[in-house]
């Protein structure tokens, strides 16, 4: 225990940075900024350090958020959050498992930098709406507004995953065994016919850079995938962003973070995840909280 507001509450602004950026190394830039700032601040005058540091980082991911704008638009293939490993307690929140999974937070990189910073604030944190209209800049009734279009936005696009943990955890263990044996029947009976696959490999590992659609399709660059090189690929279930997962790799080191959405027992849409810069947060778990 510490009486040190930041450390109390590092867990939060790195978890309120991380869904605003979906990275966990910006994100981890943006609490280092606060921290700084937070330090050259007189502490006596702030009534609540909580709401003070939430704003601070909030500004500061809106920032990084808008300069991070072009890079991501001249990005190479598909762009995907980056993963992060968690432990399986995550998932006892079920609000906050959600808000960090892949998919939405897939879904939350169509939303400009605003109504992300709203939506997350809103939505997943609960903060009032006077405290986001301090943090972003816009009047309680404007923010409202913002708030109302996020939410419209996002609630169109989310994949529904209406799914107890020990059922996605079941399917995703199918979904491993069948990727590990490379047949296309066993993959393909694991999988929604309207499948969807989404690779990152940045520019920096072989990855399709559109979508793939369709059972068969998807089964087929999932099989290529554990014929490559001469070393043999691992698959490991992991729990990642708050969600049953897997971990593939070759010669010890990660090559790939799987995640998928699983609806009726079938996974409908696949989270390839290969960019080895974004595969750094594998091995220790990430403190999340709300």
């Known amino acids: 225990m510490t009486d040190n507001p930041f450390v109390t509450h ?39 350090p909580r ?64 109504e992300r910073a709203v939506f997350v604030l809103r939505e997943v944190f609960d903060i009032p709406y006077g405290e986001i209209a301090e943090a972003v800049g816009k009047s309680a009734a404007a923010v409202r507004q913002v708030a109302r279009r996020a939410r419209e936005h996002v609630a169109a696009r989310q994949p529904r995953m209406q799914v107890s943990r020990s059922e996605q955890q079941a399917v995703v263990e199918r979904f491993l065994a069948a990727v590990r044996s490379g047949q296309l029947q066993e993959l393909v009976e694991v999988m929604a016919p309207d499948v969807v696959l989404v690779a990152d490999g940045g520019g920096l590992a072989a990855a399709a850079l559109v979508p793939i659609h369709g059972a068969e399709s998807v089964a087929r660059v999932l099989a290529r995938a554990t014929r490559v090189g001469a070393a043999p690929l691992r698959t490991t279930a992991v729990w990642l962003n708050g969600a049953p997962a897997g971990r ?14 699983v609806e009726n027992g079938q996974v409908t849409r696949v989270y390839l995840v290969r960019n080895p810069r974004k595969l750094t947060r594998l091995d220790e778990p990430s403190e999340l909280a709300r």
């Not at 867990?11 to 966990?24: D, K, P, R």
């Open 248 to 261: 593939l790799e070759i010669d010890g080191e990660p090559a790939t973070a799987l995640s998928v959405v």
């Open 51 to 114: 709401a003070y540091l939430v704003r601070i980082v909030t500004r500061q991911a809106l920032n990084r958020l808008r300069s991070l704008s072009r890079s991501r638009e001249e990005y190479v293939g598909e762009w995907l959050p980056e993963p992060l490993l968690t432990s399986p307690d995550v998932a006892e929140d079920v609000e906050l498992a959600e808000s960090v999974s892949i998919a939405m937070l897939t879904v939350l990189e169509t939303l400009g930098p605003t």
């Open 10 to 48: 590092r867990s939060l602004l790195f978890t309120v940075a991380y869904e605003m950026l979906g990275s966990a190394a910006d994100a981890e830039d943006v609490v280092q900024e606060s921290w700084l700032r937070w330090s050259a601040v007189d502490h006596a005058g702030i009534r609540d």
